[in-house]
């Protein structure tokens, strides 16, 4: 069975801070990773996904992940907060094996942007 | 990027009565629909997998006969959530999977409030 953990349910950065979102994940197979970012009242929006290519995966707004298999591991990182990023962010993974695989989602992470 | 649409984004009902939304692939064929629902400051639950032309998979704990659901065609999918109590308020997403896709594209989400 798949699933994922989101340490730290909220974090807190300053305008212009490295941003740090972790996400380590737990699957029997070879997974596909995705990071998605949800502003209040509104759908997911698919920040990166990784599906066994590069390890280093890059995606919208200045965003990247790394995938780390020795740790089990697909942090995401931005170098220089924004205010704009204040949002919800969801880690999740899936096996891909069928196009009805689903789709596991860890419980979130806040991030809040303080000027 | 794909886009999926909602309608609607919100609605309000009483109790007892049913409330149908819609889910909508706006560019792209989707095979297989997802529907999702949020608590506040909690992570998604899947609720049901919806294939084009075939039965709903409900998720274990899901009342299939409560939340009724249709993928009549490639470009829609719809919930149904019948006699609606005030514990069904909640905001539903749904996401679609094409056929050349591994990722999941979501829709904007619909807030459902029974009184």
């Known amino acids: 069975a798949q699933s994922v953990t989101q340490l730290g349910s909220h974090v807190s950065v300053s305008e212009g801070a490295l941003v740090l979102l972790r996400c380590n994940y737990s699957?029997?197979?070879?997974?596909?990773l995705f990071w998605y970012v949800q502003y209040p009242n509104q759908g997911l929006q698919l920040l990166l996904k990784?599906?066994?290519?590069?390890?280093l995966v890059k995606g919208i707004n200045g965003f990247e992940a790394e995938f780390k298999k020795s740790e089990t591991s697909f942090h995401l990182t931005k170098p220089s907060a924004h205010m704009s990023d204040a949002a919800e962010y969801f880690c999740?993974?899936?096996?891909?094996?069928?196009?009805?695989?689903?789709?596991?989602f860890g419980p979130g992470t806040s991030l809040s942007v303080i000027p | 990027g794909a886009v999926v649409s909602q309608h609607p984004s919100r609605v309000i009902c009483k109790s007892g009565t049913s409330v149908k939304i819609e889910c909508r692939s706006l560019?792209?064929?989707?095979?297989?629909m997802f529907w999702y629902r949020q608590f506040p400051k909690k992570s998604l639950m899947l609720m049901a997998t919806?294939?084009?032309?075939?039965?709903?998979?409900?998720e274990q704990g899901v009342e299939k006969d409560k939340f009724l659901i249709n993928h009549a065609s490639l470009t829609l999918s719809t919930l149904t959530v019948t006699s609606a109590h005030p514990e069904d308020s909640s905001f539903y997403i749904c996401?679609?999977?094409?056929?050349?896709?591994?990722?999941?594209?979501f829709g904007p989400g619909t807030r459902l409030t029974v009184l």
């Open positions: 999740a993974v899936s096996d891909m094996k069928t196009s009805y695989d689903k789709v596991i």
């Open positions: 699957s029997s197979v070879p997974p596909y």
């Open positions: 990784y599906t066994s290519a590069a390890t």
């Open positions: 560019d792209f064929q989707a095979t297989t």
């Open positions: 919806s294939n084009e032309g075939s039965k709903a998979t409900y």
């Open positions: 996401s679609g999977l094409g056929g050349n896709t591994d990722t999941q594209y």
